[in-house]
């Protein structure tokens, strides 16, 4: 018959060491999840309620003409916000200028928007273009949120040499 014996120190020893490869284990998980919400953007980031979706940032456009501008927003997604809309600024030139809402709820949905930039307020000019949507209601200022992108205008033979679309 084979004696077992035990003593009080091993077990203490080994229920600290438990609990030492709990803790490291809870840290681990825990700084896991929280380098992968740095690496998606979920921590630190600002949700935006207005994003443009076209053109695309970084495109090449058409230097001087019209060009649209497509976007998305929360719209008017509460009852109790009041008199919300998307208004879009071009190279920081003011005023900021209401664009239409194309959402499927009437002309005060600005799930869905356009705006088209044109030679009666300004153009794309040759080179860096930075357009900037924004969002905001008459009563609630938190929803104030902005979109910018930046694009850069061509000549139509650059576009042509290029292939850009």
Not at 12 to 20: G, K, T
Not at 74 to 98: D, F, K
Not at 123 to 144: F, V
Request: aromatic content about 6%; charged content about 15%.
């Amino acid at each position: 018959m084979v004696k077992m014996s035990i003593s009080c120190s091993t077990i203490r020893y080994r229920q600290i060491e438990f609990n030492l490869i709990c803790t490291a284990l809870t840290f681990l998980i825990f700084s896991t999840a929280v380098l992968t919400n740095l690496a998606d953007g979920q921590i630190g980031s600002k949700t935006h309620n207005v994003r443009i979706t076209s053109p695309a940032q970084g495109e090449k456009v058409p230097a001087g003409g019209d060009l649209e501008i497509s976007g998305i927003s929360v719209g008017n997604h509460n009852a109790t916000l009041i008199n919300c809309h998307v208004s879009v600024i071009v190279n920081g030139l003011e005023p900021y200028r209401t664009a239409t809402a194309n959402g499927l709820h009437g002309s005060n949905d600005y799930s869905k928007w356009i705006f088209i930039i044109g030679s009666n307020h300004t153009t794309i000019k040759l080179g860096q273009n930075k357009i900037t949507a924004k969002y905001s209601c008459l009563n609630e200022p938190n929803m104030l949120s902005h979109y910018s992108i930046n694009i850069t205008g061509i000549t139509t033979s650059m576009r042509n040499i290029t292939g850009v679309k």
